[in-house]
């Protein structure tokens, strides 16, 4: 069974930073791409970073130049390094890994940012 397992949210002053893990675990193939979603109270759901298998980053304008997508394909792990937090940055954040069969989600990290 497949799961993906984030850690890393919490509460943090503006300005401040986070980094947020996911790692799959129960997927016998290697990972293709793999994302980070976030979904604020009241809003849809909306792509943060996304990270192909070679690497290759994109990232919602908002968070280009703060945010930071990477990933370590022997670990089966994929962060998310967020700088310079604002109060707009505070949701519930996804992992998201598609396959040919299905999308799995990570049951999501709180991220709250203090003003």
């Known amino acids: 069974q497949v799961q993906l397992v984030e850690s890393g949210g919490g509460l943090v002053q503006a300005g401040g930073s986070l980094r947020l893990s996911c790692t799959v675990s129960?997927?016998?193939?290697?990972?293709?791409?793999m994302g980070w979603y976030r979904q604020a109270p009241g809003k849809e759901r909306e792509l943060v970073a996304a990270?192909?298998?070679?690497?290759?980053?994109n990232y919602a304008d908002s968070v280009k130049g703060r945010f930071t997508i990477a990933r370590d394909n022997r670990k089966k792990t994929v962060y998310l390094q967020m700088n310079s937090l604002k109060t707009e940055d505070t949701a519930v954040y996804y992992c998201?890994?598609?396959?040919?069969?299905?999308?799995?989600w990570g049951q999501g990290t709180q991220v709250t940012v203090s003003s």
């Open positions: 998201n890994f598609p396959t040919v069969d299905r999308t799995y």
């Open positions: 129960g997927y016998i193939f290697g990972l293709g791409a």
């Open positions: 990270i192909s298998r070679d690497g290759i980053t």
